[in-house]
């Protein structure tokens, strides 16, 4: 099984910056692709990017192309979203989750789940 705890959720404004982590357990981590998914109040979880399991493959949602950036660290059990030029749009709790059955936009395909983070982004 693989725990996630998510951090690094908060206010910032328009335009700024946070990093998100994601701390991982169990032998099941580095065999995993790993997601961020967000949802804001009214909508659908949405899809924001997903890892492969080594790193090498990356997807983002358009909408945050270009602004967004995922990684990992197999070593520290950790996966990062890094949020620059932040929207007012981007506000949502953000949410880590992982696979074993490759690189999938669609929440349906992941397992296991984090507690998930605010961030709110104002104007």
């Known amino acids: 099984q693989v725990q996630l705890v998510e951090s690094g959720g908060g206010l910032v404004q328009a335009g700024g910056s946070l990093r998100l982590s994601c701390a991982a357990s169990?032998?099941?981590?580095?065999?995993?692709?790993m997601g961020w998914f967000r949802q804001a109040p009214g909508k659908e979880r949405e899809f924001v990017a997903v890892?492969?399991?080594?790193?090498?493959?990356?997807y983002y949602a358009d909408s945050v192309k270009g602004r967004f950036t995922i990684s990992r660290d197999n070593a520290k059990n950790t996966v990062y979203l890094q949020m620059n030029s932040l929207k007012p749009e981007d506000t949502a709790v953000y949410t880590c989750?992982?696979?074993?059955?490759?690189?999938?936009?669609?929440?349906?395909?992941?397992?296991?789940w984090g507690q998930g983070t605010q961030v709110t982004v104002s104007s």
């Open positions: 989750a992982a696979t074993r059955r490759g690189l999938q936009r669609a929440p349906a395909w992941y397992d296991y």
């Open positions: 890892i492969s399991w080594n790193g090498v493959s990356t």
């Open positions: 169990g032998r099941t981590f580095s065999s995993s692709d």
